[in-house]
């Protein structure tokens, strides 16, 4: 039986497309290993950035491993966050050079490459059994005091890793019914268009059959 949550794709795409989804219950009871970190962090290295510039950075803050880190990192997350998060075993700062590493010039990409590679991460995580959801709701100032963020480099989401849980673990009833809430997008054809944008990009374009 398909999950609720994962997507009644139009298209045919790849298994961990249509089956990853964000939760927020997560298995308190299941540890994360290093190994199934380090491999998460390797799909995150070989994303594409512009120049090769790898802007992103990560600190990963342990319960098991750096419970000092981890209760840190977790105070700067907002109360809503903080609610169910408390369940994720692991907590991810994920952040970014914001300059060109050789010429220090502004590096206007760095916001795309760091979330191609948090894309690649997230797939791998799913691969893997994992879960992940990020979290911009949270306090910049803090995060960096308590991570040690340099200069040049700006926090970006903490992510909440683990393996998925039950809803019923969640305190909020709001949050234990979206666990179940199929997810909603818009349709492809509402964002891609057909050499220009006053033309939408329908299926059968100028007689175009499928190849
Ligand atoms: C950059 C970013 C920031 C997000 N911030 C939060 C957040 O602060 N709190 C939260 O509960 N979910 C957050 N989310 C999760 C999104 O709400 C979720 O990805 C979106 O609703 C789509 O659901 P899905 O990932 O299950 O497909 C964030 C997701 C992204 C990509």
Sequence with gaps: MTHPKHAAADHDVLAIIRERWSPRAFDTTRPVSMNDLWRLFEAARWAPSSRNE???RFVVAHRDHSPQAYQALFTALSSTNQSWAQTAPVLILTAMQLTVELTGEA?????????QAVAFLTLQAQSQGLAIRQMEGFSHTVAREVCHVPDGFEPAVVMAVGYPGAPEALASEKHRAAEITPRRRRRASDFVFDGAWDNSFTRDIKGMKDL
Excluded at 107 to 115: C, E, Q, V
């Design 107 to 115: 590096n206007r990409l760095a916001y795309y490459d760091t979330g």
């Design 54 to 56: 790898q802007p992103w």
